[in-house]
C-alpha cells in the first residue's frame, strides 16, 4: 500500500506506541535463546555459516554468523515455537532441524556438520545467485513464503514487493496478469525476472506477461530482489534489478492439499496440491493444479442503452506446477520443473482523465482546472472504455489460430458484450537442472530449459471513418450497435471496421552452465555460459468482421497477393506475417573472497547477440521476381564489468558499495523494425554507469532491522519503443520508436522494520529519486492505417523526469 505523509503514518506511530517494548516484561515471559557449533566433515569448525531460525507458525525469521571458532549465538526468541534452524553455506548441503520447541528462559544447543559430498537441498538457490545478509554487497529484499501466503491473496506475484524502496507495481487497469513493476525508475524492459534462475523476460522487448506465470504465487518458495545491476551473471544484465523467483522444491513428506478463494465480480479460484513424498532417498514428485474465473468488477459504456454493460476484466485461466528430483547419488542430483498458465482475459488498458472516474475527487485537486470537466462526463471508478453491449442477437463468430483452445470460430466470450481488448496466451516453461559434485569443492550447475508460447491480443483495425465512437468520457469508446449496423449497411463492400487478432507463436531453448571452485580462505571462482535462441511467430488475423462476410484489406496488402486476395475472410492473414529469430550467447569468470568481516567479489561478462528477420509480407526490392525480404545483422557484442564490496563493521551493521560498466547490445526492436522491414544499419549498444553505496543495521535479536542506500546511474543510447492512442487525433493508432535516448536516475532509499513479538510486524519504507532525459531524440512513428509509411519526429525531452513510476514514494505495512 502507498501513500502520502499524512494520517495513516499517525496511524502507524500510534501502533508503535499501542506496543512499547515493556510488555514482553510485564506479561512475565523469559526470551529464550539458541546456541550450537557448525563443523565440515572434518570436525573443523566454519566460520561464517549462515545460521536462519524460522517460527513455523508465524513466519518470523532471526539468525546469525558464526564466528571463527564455529560457535553460533542467537537471543531474545519468543518461548514456544515450533522453530526450524538451518545452517548453509554455498557449496555445503544444506542441514536443518524442525519442530524445536524452546522454554522460557532456557537454552537450545543445535550443532550441524556441512558436507560437501551431497549436493546440497538448496542447490536451486545457489543457481539463482541470491543474496545473502551480511556478505553480497547490493541493495535487495527478500520476502519468504510465510509473507506471500498471507499477504499477497489472489494478486499477481509484483504486488508483493510494494513496501519496498524504489518499487512502484501496479495492477494497472485491473486485468488479470496485467500488473508491470518499475525499479528506480527503470520498466520490466530493465529488470531481469528469473524463475529458478532462468530469465523470462521477452527476448524481443525484454517485456514480462504475468498473465503467463498466474498460479506462480501458489508455487513461489520466496521471492528476492536484488535493487540496480545486482550480483546476477547472467548475458543480458538489468540495470533496474533482478526478481528472482524461486519455487518450492519437490517435498519430502507425501500429502495433499486443496485451498477455495473468492472475492468481488464472482471471483473463484480453486487450488489443488498433492506430493509424493520421498521413495527410497532417491525420488520425489509434487504439484498444484489451479482454476481461476471471475467477472471482474470494470463495467462498458452507457451510452448504447442508458445502463453500464460488460465485464471489462473477466478471466478464465487454469495454471499448473509440477517438480520432480531424483538423487542419482550422492554426487549428482536432477530436478525437473515444468510451470504454465493458459489464460483468456478481458482487459482494461486505456488511462482516463481523473475527472471521468469522479468530478469531486478532481475539483479537490489544488492543479485541476474545474472547467475540464466540462469535457468529461462522470463514469465512475468501475468503469472501462475497451468493452461494451452488443444486441445478443449479433451471432458473428470470432477466430484465433492459436492459444488457449486451439485453432478456429468459436462463440464470443459473453453475448452481450464485446471486448475491444482481450489477451489469450500460453506459455509454458520446463527446466532441467542437474547438480554434480566432483570433488575437492568443484561443482557444476546446468539448466536446460525449453519455453513455448502461443496466443495473441486483441484490438480494432480498418479505417475509422467506417466505425463509430462515443467521446464523451474523453476517451474513444467503441460502439459496437453502431459498427455493427455500419458494416451491415455497406453490404458488397463488405466491412469497414473489425476485430483483429495480433499473434506471438514462440520457441525458445536456452542453456544456462556454472562451474564453482571453492578455495581455502573463503575464496571462490566461477565461469559460466549462457545460451538462448528463440523463433517467433508474428502475424495479424480477422477475428470478428463485425456485422460483414468479408474484410478488404487496402492498407497494407501483400506483395504476394494475386488477383482478388485482398478479400479477408474470418481468420484470413492481415497487416503483416514475419518471424523473427534472436540467438544469444554470454559467458562470464567470476571471483570473490568472504569471512565473517566481509567480502568482495568482482565480475567480468561478454555477450553476443544476433538478430534474423524474414518477412513472408512484403517483397524484397533488391531481389529479382517475389522473394521474402530477409535481413539479418550479424553478430553484435557486449560486456559488462562490475564488482562489489562489504563490511562488518559491527554484528549489527555492514556497509557496502558496488558498481558497474555495461555495454548492453541493444534489443531487436533497436536494430530492426519489423513493421517497417528496415535494418538499423550502426545500432548503438546501450551503456550503463552505475555506483551506488548503503549501509544494513540487524539488532542482536533480530527485532529491529533498518537498510539505507544511495544510488547514480547513467543510461545512454537507450532504444524505447511506445503504442499510441490518437496521437493526431484522428482515431489513428500507431507506434513510437525513439532511438539514441540518454537519462540519469539518482536517488535514496531506506527500509526499516520492527517486530517486537511473534504476531506483530511493522515496516515501512521511503525512497526519493531525481530522473531525468539528459537530451532531445528523432524517433520515428509509424500509423496503423499507412502501411508502411513511416512519419518523422523530434521529440524535446531534455530536462523532462522519467514518468510511469513515482520519483518519491512512502510506504508501510503493519502485519498481524
Do not use: C
Amino acid at each position: 500500500m502507498r501513500t502520502r505523509f499524512g494520517s495513516r503514518w499517525v496511524v502507524a506511530a500510534a501502533l508503535f506506541l499501542a506496543f512499547p517494548l515493556s510488555e514482553l516484561a510485564a506479561q512475565g515471559v523469559e526470551p529464550a535463546r539458541i546456541t550450537g557449533e557448525v563443523t565440515d566433515e572434518t570436525g573443523s569448525p566454519m566460520s561464517g555459516v549462515q545460521v536462519v531460525i524460522v517460527n513455523q507458525a508465524t513466519g518470523f525469521q532471526s539468525g546469525a554468523l558464526t564466528q571463527a571458532n564455529g560457535r553460533f549465538l542467537v537471543m531474545g526468541l519468543r518461548a514456544g515455537g515450533p522453530y526450524r534452524i538451518e545452517a548453509r553455506m554455498i557449496g555445503y548441503g544444506l542441514e536443518a532441524v524442525d519442530d524445536v520447541i524452546l522454554e522460557a528462559g532456557g537454552t537450545f544447543e543445535a550443532n550441524f556438520s556441512l558436507g560437501t559430498e551431497a549436493i546440497a537441498l538448496d542447490a536451486l538457490e545457489v543457481f539463482s545467485t541470491r543474496a545473502i545478509e551480511r556478505k553480497t554487497p547490493v541493495a535487495y529484499t527478500d520476502v519468504p513464503k510465510v509473507q506471500i501466503q498471507n499477504q499477497l491473496g489472489s494478486r499477481d506475484l509484483p504486488m508483493i514487493l510494494n513496501v519496498t524502496p524504489s518499487v512502484y507495481a501496479t495492477q494497472q487497469g485491473g486485468g488479470a496478469g496485467d500488473a508491470r513493476i518499475n525499479v528506480r525508475g527503470f520498466n520490466q524492459r530493465n529488470t531481469a525476472i528469473m524463475i529458478n534462475g532462468v530469465p523470462v523476460n521477452d527476448m524481443e522487448n525484454g517485456w514480462v506477461y504475468w498473465s503467463n506465470w498466474d498460479g506462480l504465487g501458489d508455487a513461489a518458495r520466496s521471492v528476492q530482489l536484488q535493487r540496480g545491476l545486482s550480483a546476477v551473471n547472467l548475458a543480458t544484465p538489468s540495470i533496474g534489478g533482478t526478481m528472482n523467483i524461486i519455487t518450492d522444491a519437490t517435498a519430502m513428506a507425501p500429502g495433499v492439499g486443496w485451498k477455495q478463494e473468492f472475492g468481488s465480480g464472482n471471483f473463484l479460484k480453486e487450488t489443488f496440491s498433492f506430493a509424493t513424498g520421498e521413495f527410497k532417498n532417491k525420488f520425489a514428485f509434487s504439484g498444484a493444479i489451479v482454476r481461476k474465473t471471475g467477472d471482474g468488477i470494470y463495467n462498458g459504456g452507457r451510452f448504447s442503452t442508458n445502463a453500464f454493460g460488460g465485464d471489462a476484466a473477466w478471466t478464465d485461466a487454469w495454471a499448473y506446477y509440477f517438480a520432480g528430483s531424483f538423487q542419482i547419488n550422492p554426487k549428482n542430483r536432477v530436478e525437473l520443473y515444468a510451470v504454465g498458465a493458459p489464460q483468456r482475459h478481458g482487459q482494461n488498458l486505456y488511462k482516463l482523465n481523473i475527472g471521468t472516474l469522479s468530478h469531486d475527487f478532481a475539483r479537490s485537486l489544488e492543479s485541476y482546472d474545474p472547467e475540464a470537466l466540462e469535457d468529461y462526463e462522470e463514469a465512475g471508478t468501475e468503469w472501462s472504455p475497451n468493452v461494451n453491449r452488443v444486441s445478443p442477437s449479433y451471432r458473428g463468430k470470432q477466430f484465433t489460430s492459436s492459444g488457449p483452445g486451439g485453432s478456429g470460430s468459436f462463440t464470443r466470450h459473453a453475448q452481450n458484450f464485446i471486448n475491444e481488448r482481450e489477451n489469450y496466451f500460453h506459455k509454458p516453461q520446463v527446466n532441467l537442472n542437474w547438480y554434480s559434485y566432483f570433488g575437492n569443492n568443484l561443482t557444476l550447475s546446468t539448466v536446460g530449459y525449453y519455453s513455448g508460447g502461443n496466443g495473441g491480443g486483441t484490438g480494432t483495425y480498418g479505417s475509422s471513418r467506417n466505425a463509430s465512437w462515443n467521446y464523451q468520457y474523453g476517451q474513444r469508446v467503441p460502439d459496437w450497435y453502431g459498427t455493427i449496423e455500419k458494416n451491415i449497411d455497406r453490404g458488397s463492400d463488405g466491412s469497414g471496421y473489425i476485430l483483429r487478432n495480433s499473434v506471438n507463436n514462440q520457441r525458445t531453448l536456452g542453456l544456462i552452465s556454472k562451474l564453482r571452485k571453492d578455495f581455502e580462505g573463503g575464496v571462490t571462482a566461477e565461469v559460466g555460459v549462457d545460451w538462448r535462441t528463440a523463433t517467433i511467430d508474428h502475424y495479424r488475423e480477422v477475428r470478428d468482421l463485425l456485422g460483414g462476410e468479408f474484410y478488404v484489406e487496402t492498407f497494407d496488402p501483400s506483395d504476394f497477393w494475386g488477383a482478388g486476395d485482398e478479400v479477408r475472410r474470418l481468420g484470413d492473414k492481415i497487416d503483416y506475417d514475419n518471424t523473427n529469430t534472436v540467438d544469444w550467447l554470454g559467458a562470464y569468470v567470476q571471483a570473490e573472497r568472504s569471512n565473517q568481516n566481509g567480502s568482495i567479489y568482482g565480475m567480468l561478462g561478454w555477450a553476443q547477440n544476433q538478430y534474423d528477420f524474414t518477412d513472408f509480407w512484403q517483397d524484397d526490392p533488391d531481389q529479382a521476381g517475389l522473394q521474402n525480404l530477409h535481413l539479418n545483422t550479424g553478430n553484435i557484442n557486449g560486456y559488462q564489468i562490475k564488482g562489489g564490496a562489504s563490511r562488518n563493521v559491527t554484528d549489527e551493521i555492514t556497509l557496502f558499495v558496488n558498481g558497474g560498466l555495461v555495454s548492453k547490445v541493444p534489443i531487436f526492436d533497436g536494430v530492426i523494425d519489423d513493421r517497417a522491414g528496415v535494418l538499423n544499419a550502426d545500432p548503438k549498444n546501450e551503456k550503463f554507469k552505475s555506483f551506488e553505496g548503503g549501509m544494513a543495521y540487524r539488532s542482536q535479536d533480530r527485532a529491529i532491522s533498518f537498510d539505507a542506500s544511495f544510488y547514480y546511474t547513467k543510461w545512454e543510447d537507450r532504444t524505447r519503443n511506445l503504442f499510441v492512442r490518437n496521437l493526431a487525433g484522428d482515431n489513428v493508432d500507431g507506434l513510437v520508436n525513439l532511438l539514441g535516448l540518454d537519462a540519469r536516475h539518482m536517488g535514496v532509499e531506506f527500509l526499516a522494520a520492527y517486530q517486537p513479538f511473534d504476531y506483530i510486524r511493522l515496516d515501512a519504507a521511503a525512497s526519493f529519486g531525481n530522473w531525468e532525459y539528459l537530451n532531445d531524440v528523432t524517433g520515428t512513428y509509424k500509423p496503423d492505417e499507412a502501411g508502411n509509411e513511416t512519419e518523422t519526429y523530434e521529440f524535446y525531452i531534455e530536462g523532462l523526469k522519467v514518468a510511469d513510476a513515482p520519483q518519491s514514494q512512502l510506504a508501510y505495512a503493519v502485519s498481524y
